[in-house]
């Protein structure tokens, strides 16, 4: 009886854990990045408030070079890079390093440019208006 109370009572964490899991996933407003025929710079302006968070995907190949930069009116708007199908370990993370990343990227797939505001500001429900600066080149080209 007490094993059935345990094995109960770890399914149920589990399914509480997965249905926050689930939900706060859902609260993320996904994007997919695209450029232009023949270009490989984009620009896009948006804004967020409070808890909301933007995932803006872009497709890059192995060895390409990948540079994104964010100028925003908010102090605790940051994005973080996570490589493809990573959900929450970043290996860029904007607030430590001034929202600018430049570098070769070791993986093909779809990274993720994670949008968000810091929970400070997001727990006073601030707004934050920004523009993201993505720029995709090739070893050996200009970027």
């Known amino acids: ?12 964490v589990l399914g509480c854990f997965l249905a926050f899991s689930s939900a706060h996933a859902q609260g993320i407003k996904k994007e997919v990045v695209k450029f232009e025929e023949g270009k490989f710079t984009t620009s896009i302006e948006n804004n967020i408030k409070g ?6 995907t872009v497709n890059v190949k192995e060895g390409q070079f990948l540079n994104v930069s964010m100028a925003t009116d908010n102090s605790a708007n ?8 990573e959900e929450y370990v970043a290996i860029f993370n904007g607030s430590m390093s001034e929202n600018m990343f430049e570098g070769q990227l070791e993986k093909t797939g779809d990274y993720t440019i994670r949008v968000y505001l810091m929970r400070s500001a997001a727990r006073r429900n601030e707004v934050a208006n920004y523009k993201l600066e993505i720029v995709v080149s090739n070893p050996n080209k200009e970027h």
């Open 1 to 12: 009886m007490k094993q059935n109370i345990i094995k109960t009572l770890g399914l149920c």
């Open 78 to 85: 940051y994005f973080n890079l996570m490589e493809p199908n």
């Open 51 to 56: 808890d909301q968070i933007v995932d803006y």
